[in-house]
């Protein structure tokens, strides 16, 4: 008996000792990604959630753990909920398609069905107004509706917010990190260049397939509102840029289905592409230090080059992985902060300093292109005391968070000036 009860209590004892390192190891984990979100952590208490919150590219960020119910028992979910920067005017809610949702459809339930195949039978599209929601979905931003469902299965897009439960108590960093980015860049891309709603019908004849689909394009290329135009954009103007001319093949009847997916595939291809040079960075003269000759890339030609007007971040990502990724750089740039660190998710589980750089801005934006500068672990307390100073510093580029406009440079030295 008495041998049983040591058991029941090491029993104990083990599931309480897991239990609270499970705990550190979220508790840890959201710190991180909110200290690379820039965004709060409220740890909870007995009556509140954990919760990350805070205000990314104008979107209302929240991420917290409940539990729901499942018959007899319940499961933790890491709830992610991301508010767009404006509600839309549709009345519209967006789920995958499941069984139950095809039952349902078959029993008279209602679905608005937007003439793309494959968009119909993938998704559930809801609205109080069919013919707005038919224009609202055009082929770009179905695209966009598509891999964001098939990438967070179960999600719910309505006309406020982007919700997802993802399975258990989230304890990976970057899993958050790449989470909540994917669901802002989502959010930012549902309401951009969304504009007065003419009564036009929707047309399959050539002109208008031509109109839509240059529309279309401009819509993959950008976040902007169309009331200002920028560099990413196809028109019959003259430019310095080489105009892309689509050709649409004239019949005397054309399948809307076909033409549909001639749209989808002409925009896959091109969002394989970028052929287009992005607007200049502009950087104050006072920012501007000397240094001493090297291979070293320009500083403001790299972000000209990553962060220019209209840029995705697939096509920041393939840029700098193609022509940036390990180069060896010298830079000069104002230092912002400095914080020690334990391990890093990009530095590696070694202890050591990370310096923050602005080195760039963008023109027309208040939005500082920043680098993270890797340095031994004991150079925080000189460097401290320079904060604020332009600072030369060198090392290997590691990273880029086309997200945040962040470049990571691991190696690190400061130069003597």
Not at 326 to 344: H, I, N, S, T
Request: proline content about 4%.
């Amino acid at each position: 008996m008495e041998f049983l009860i040591i058991v029941i209590m090491i029993g104990i004892g083990i599931a309480v000792a897991t239990a609270q390192a499970n705990k550190r190891k979220i508790s840890d984990a959201w710190n991180e990604a909110a200290s690379q979100l820039r965004i709060r952590h409220n740890q909870g208490d007995l009556f509140t959630k954990r919760e990350l919150y805070g205000k990314i590219k104008q979107c209302h960020v929240k991420v917290t753990i409940r539990n729901k119910s499942q018959g007899n028992h319940s499961a933790k979910y890491t709830l992610y909920d991301v508010a767009y920067p404006q509600p839309l005017p549709f009345g519209l809610s967006l789920k995958e398609q499941t069984a139950f949702s095809g039952l349902k459809k078959f029993l008279g339930g209602q679905d608005i069905e937007v003439g793309d195949p494959k968009f119909d039978d993938f998704v559930v599209v809801k609205s109080h107004d069919s013919t707005q929601a038919k224009r609202f979905l055009h082929p770009a931003r179905r695209l966009y509706v598509r891999r964001i469902l098939s990438m967070h299965s179960g999600a719910e897009i309505t006309d406020s917010n982007v919700k997802w439960d993802s399975k258990g108590a989230e304890g990976n960093s970057g899993t958050l990190v790449s989470n909540v980015k994917r669901l802002v860049d989502f959010a930012v891309n549902m309401v951009s260049e969304v504009e007065q709603q003419n009564d036009e019908p929707i047309g399959t004849g050539t002109d208008t397939s031509s109109k839509r689909l240059r529309d279309d394009i401009e819509a993959v290329f950008t976040v902007r509102d169309r009331s200002e135009p920028h560099i990413y954009r196809i028109d019959s103007g003259k430019e310095s840029v080489e105009p892309i001319h689509m050709e649409i093949e004239e019949r005397e009847s054309t399948d809307p289905t076909d033409v549909f997916d001639r749209i989808e595939q002409d925009i896959e291809e091109l969002l394989q592409t970028d052929s287009v040079t992005p607007d200049a960075i502009e950087v104050p003269p006072e920012n501007r230090v000397e240094l001493p000759p090297t291979n070293s890339p320009d500083v403001h030609d790299v972000c000209h080059n990553l962060f220019g007007a209209g840029k995705i971040s697939f096509q920041i990502n393939e840029t700098f992985k193609q022509h940036y990724e390990g180069m060896e750089v010298q830079w000069a740039g104002k230092l912002m902060r400095v914080d020690c660190y334990p391990f890093d998710l990009v530095f590696g589980n070694d202890p050591g300093t990370k310096a923050e750089f602005a080195v760039a801005q963008l023109e027309g934006e208040s939005h500082l292109v920043k680098a993270v500068l890797q340095l031994p672990a004991d150079a925080q307390e000189a460097l401290s005391e320079r904060t604020g100073e332009t600072i030369v510093f060198a090392g290997t580029l590691m990273k880029c968070d086309s997200f945040m406009r962040v470049l990571f440079v691991g190696h690190g030295r400061i130069e003597s000036r």
